[in-house]
T-cell receptor, first 115, second 115 residues
């Protein structure tokens, strides 16, 4: 079985400051890793994913995440946040193989960007 | 671009009543998923379909819950004899299965309140 821990329920940060949202997972098998974002009154949207290859993955809007297998982590970072980045961010994993459809989510981190 | 749609967006019902939710996936997607999200938690997998076949049901899906996807198009999720513990956001997602970890596109959800 898999589980995902997002220790920070809310992260307040000032505009243009850097931010890191933490994600740790537990699994007895290899996993794929994802970050989803949920803006107010909208559905979850995939931000970025790690399937294989380079452990550093990037999104089109400046976020990046690095897969660290030894620390079982997949932290999300952005060097300079905007007001529009205010949203809820969910880390998720799915087991490699036939059950890769089954996303297991963390409890989410609310990013609050202040002017 | 027509995304995943869900109806109704909100449903208030009395304990013991039956409710039915509808999900319309992205038209060419062959997989459809249902998740449940309670306050302060991430989404939890309930069940999924590949075309019209329901391939897996979570233990969270009690006998009072039933999901269908006739003709492999839209899907319905019915809850019979609702209980207060059923109050949650019910999310639908769809994907086009190719090989691995296909991207799931989420709808805005149906918020159920059982009084």
């Amino acid at each position: 079985a898999q589980s995902v821990t997002q220790l920070d329920s809310q992260v307040p940060v000032f505009e243009e400051a850097p931010v890191e949202l933490r994600c740790n997972y537990s699994s007895s098998v290899s996993v794929y890793l994802f970050w989803y974002v949920q803006y107010p009154n909208q559905g979850l949207q995939l931000l970025l994913k790690y399937l294989s290859g380079s452990t550093l993955v990037e999104s089109i809007n400046g976020f990046e995440a690095e897969f660290n297998k030894s620390q079982t982590s997949f932290h999300l970072r952005k060097p300079s946040v905007h007001i529009s980045d205010t949203a809820e961010y969910f880390c998720a994993v799915s087991p490699e193989g036939d059950s890769s459809y089954k996303l297991i989510f963390g409890s989410g981190t609310r990013l609050l960007v202040r002017p | 671009d027509t995304g995943v749609s869900q109806n109704p967006r909100h449903k208030i019902t009395k304990r013991g009543q039956n409710v039915t939710f509808r999900c319309d996936p992205i038209s060419e997607h062959n997989r459809l998923y249902w998740y449940r999200q309670t306050l302060g938690q991430g989404p939890e997998f309930l069940t999924y379909f590949q075309n019209e076949a329901q391939l897996e049901k979570s233990r969270l899906l009690s006998d009072r819950f039933s999901a269908e996807r006739p003709k492999g198009s839209f899907s319905t999720l019915e809850i019979q004899r609702t209980e207060q513990g059923d109050s949650a956001m019910y999310l639908c997602a769809s994907s086009l299965y190719r090989d691995r970890a296909d991207e799931q596109y989420f709808g805005p959800g149906t918020r159920l309140t059982v009084t």
